[in-house]
């Protein structure tokens, strides 16, 4: 009995310094993963992708949507991603990983999934 509780213990530390915390991902983190590569994911339940090049300009393409272009940067005093498109201005946005996932947050947001894709990718064929 003694034998199993202390196994049973040691796997459930085991366990927990497996399952990391999410952590926020900084701004030079950031704006690496995000220049010159592209991102694909759901925002409220829509197919996106998203393309970020390293001269600041971004694609926002949804599926069976018009292509957007907008503008891009990364805010260093608050380790955000920022973004700029004609009718809302500029807004920015934390991004959190959580093992292998990342996430964008923002106040008042549920946290919305995406994954990273090396290169340019904004089309659906």
């Avoid at 926002?60 to 891009?72: E, N």
């Avoid at 940067?73 to 009718?87: A, I, L």
Wanted: hydrophobic fraction near 35%.
């Amino acid at each position: 009995m003694l034998k199993t509780a202390i196994a049973l213990s040691t796997s459930v530390l085991m366990m927990s310094s497996v399952c990391a915390e999410p952590t926020a991902v900084t701004a030079a983190e950031i704006k690496t993963m995000l220049s010159g590569n592209s991102i694909e994911g759901t925002w409220s339940g829509d197919e996106y992708r998203q393309y970020f090049s390293t001269s600041g300009s971004t694609t926002y393409s949804q599926r069976g949507a018009r292509k957007t272009v907008g503008k891009w940067r990364v805010n260093e005093q608050t380790n955000k991603y920022e973004s700029w498109w004609e009718r809302a201005g500029w807004a920015g946005y934390g991004v959190i990983r959580d093992g292998e996932q990342l996430f964008w947050t923002s106040s008042g947001l549920e946290p919305q999934p995406f994954k990273l894709i090396e290169g340019q990718h904004v089309d659906w064929n």
